[in-house]
């Protein structure tokens, strides 16, 4: 069983500022890419930010130079920090994992608010 739990979601006013976290346990020993998606309402899940085991990270379009990807991998830990957030970044956010054996894992997200 692997669990995933994201934290670090809110209400923030347009130009400010969260840091989301991801927390990974269970029977897992080793995982390749962690992730961040993003949904919004009636829409599917579309990827924010990724980052690779050797540290490698992509961005979407949207968000590239205000937010950033990391990781701890000894803590099992993945990070994204959000900066100059809009009112167009409201959405729940999701942590993703995929392990060596290319299974996919998800939290069960987090709601963040940008009010204008």
């Known amino acids: 069983q692997v669990q995933l739990v994201e934290s670090g979601g809110g209400l923030v006013q347009a130009g400010g500022s969260l840091r989301l976290s991801c927390a990974v346990s269970?029977?897992?020993?080793?995982?390749?890419?962690m992730g961040w998606y993003r949904q919004y309402p009636g829409k599917q899940r579309e990827l924010v930010a990724g980052?690779?085991?050797?540290?490698?990270?992509n961005y979407a379009d949207s968000v590239k130079g205000r937010f950033t990807i990391s990781r701890e991998s000894a803590k099992n830990m993945v990070y994204l920090r959000m900066n100059s957030l809009k009112p167009e970044d409201t959405a729940v956010y999701y942590c993703?994992?995929?392990?060596?054996?290319?299974?996919?894992?998800w939290g069960q997200g987090t709601q963040v608010t940008v009010s204008s």
């Open positions: 993703n994992i995929e392990s060596p054996l290319g299974h996919f894992y």
């Open positions: 269970g029977s897992i020993f080793k995982i390749n890419t």
């Open positions: 980052i690779t085991r050797g540290g490698t990270t």
